[in-house]
């Protein structure tokens, strides 16, 4: 939270309740479920692990307000729950990692290969689980755009383990790119683990 400028406890659970307000409104809102689970998936991976309970016990506020007239009346139960959180915390930052989906590996050659042949026009790209085939996210490297491969997405496969891109190569030159933790994101609701592919292509033959 110290990332996010959130120095102290009050902050982070004012900080919290605002974004999950924020989620509800989108929930409400939005006719694709699927911009709520992508926008609860990235609070969950900007560092607030309880996002998804916070969001689901705002639920109950809205649904339960002949019980709790005002926030006001709602505020012992957050108190409650942040509470019991307390206690859970540690268990929540090691579920978190282990269920976020993975590469595992690269077809055409292996990420770091610094002899790749520059007429690869194809790159596949495997994941340790399915992920949803229409989201996904990719950036430049550090080296910036002249380094970029990437031509066109052609998209996953059908179980969303794997996807393909497109790629234009020159030889003798390095390449990165980055799959971002924006918008990959599991069936089950897990964004990506951020993943950097380098490389560089051999020399030409002449």
């Known amino acids: 939270m110290k990332n996010l400028a959130y120095g102290t406890p009050l902050v982070v659970i004012q900080e919290s309740l605002v974004r999950a307000a924020v989620l509800r409104y ?5 006719a694709q479920t699927q911009a709520t689970e992508i926008a609860l998936a990235r609070e ?19 649904n339960s307000r002949t019980s709790y007239p005002t926030f006001r009346s709602f505020i012992p139960v957050i108190e409650a729950y942040y509470s019991h ?46 992920l949803n085939s229409k989201s996904y996210s990719f950036s430049r490297g550090q080296s910036g755009m002249e380094h970029y491969p990437i031509e066109k997405v052609l998209g ?42 380098k490389f560089k292509t051999r020399k030409a033959v002449n």
């Open 85 to 130: 959180l307390a206690k859970r915390i540690e268990f929540k930052a090691s579920k978190f990692d282990e269920l976020r989906p993975r590469v595992t590996s690269i077809v055409q050659f292996s990420n770091g290969a610094q002899d790749v042949d520059p007429g690869v026009r194809q790159l596949t790209i495997n994941f340790d689980k399915p």
């Open 44 to 62: 969950i991976n900007n560092g607030f692990l309880w996002m998804d309970e916070l969001f689901a016990l705002l639920g109950v506020y809205e």
């Open 26 to 30: 989108t929930f409400e809102h939005e």
């Open 156 to 197: 996953f496969n059908e179980t969303g383990t794997a996807i393909t891109l497109q790629l234009r190569l020159k030889p003798d030159w390095e390449y990165e790119f980055v799959l971002t933790d924006l918008s990959f994101i599991s069936k089950d609701g897990h964004l990506l683990k951020p993943y950097t592919v």
